[in-house]
């Protein structure tokens, strides 16, 4: 199934992508009904985010998850994956007991508001990408022993940066492999994939792939409009195809980001849609 990351979409209004009241109005531009919350720290009125942002905290608008789940159940759009506020894994790291208090209230949160959008999937970025020693049996147990609370949710792990020098995202995957009971999983990402040149690698965990993040840049080509990693050079027209070969039918989620408005997204999902048939 084709999803559309609401990380972006509201560029697609005109509207800067913190402004939440332009998820709505940017899925009824594009005509796209299903979506991925991604549920911003820019919005938390608490603190500003601890990774970085191209916005001004002390400007964005401000709501919790559970107003923005009321607020999105009025509308047409249906929310199958949300996306935890990308600050969890930073919070899940620290060595600050206030921090690991709040890791644990958002993730609450969050999966308080996917079983009120009757979302089955929540994406995680469960590490911080800066520690240079991830212990991830340490990080996993909280995340475990709070989801399992919410039964009908699966956890999915995305392969976000790692900076720890014994480990890779191969290894990484291949250590939450014994670690998560067999309902959850992995989210895999193209554009870190790219990055780290993981892509074959982390293949080999295609049966417990539950997402894949198109996270890419439209650019345009003398062969016409491509679809591109921020980083690194992975084909992922060809990643595309090759991961729906193999008979994949998870979620397909467009990350798209240097959006200039509704053409950019239009075609970017035409992009997709053409190398994923069926979507």
Known sequence: MFLLSSGSLPVAAG???????GIEEGARILNIKDLELVMLPEWDVERSPLTPSNADWSETPKI???ELALHLKT?????HSLHVNRDLG??????????QKRASQVLQENLEAARNLYARLLVIHLWHTYDRNVQLEKLTYPVLKTAALYPEIKISIENIPLSDPDLTSFQAWQILNQLLPPQHGFTLDLNWASLHQSFPQLLEFLPRIMNVHVHCQLICTPQGYQLSPLTGNLDISSA??????T?????VTLELKGARGTDDFQR????IKKDVPGL
């Open 64 to 66: 919790g998850p559970a």
């Open 90 to 99: 930073v919070m899940l790291s620290s060595q600050n007991p206030t921090l």
């Open 247 to 251: 008979g994949y039918n998870g979620y």
């Open 15 to 21: 509207r800067n992508f913190f402004d939440y009241e």
């Open 75 to 79: 509308t047409p759009i249906r929310v």
């Open 268 to 271: 970017a999902i035409a992009l």
């Open 240 to 245: 595309l195809r090759k991961i729906t070969s």
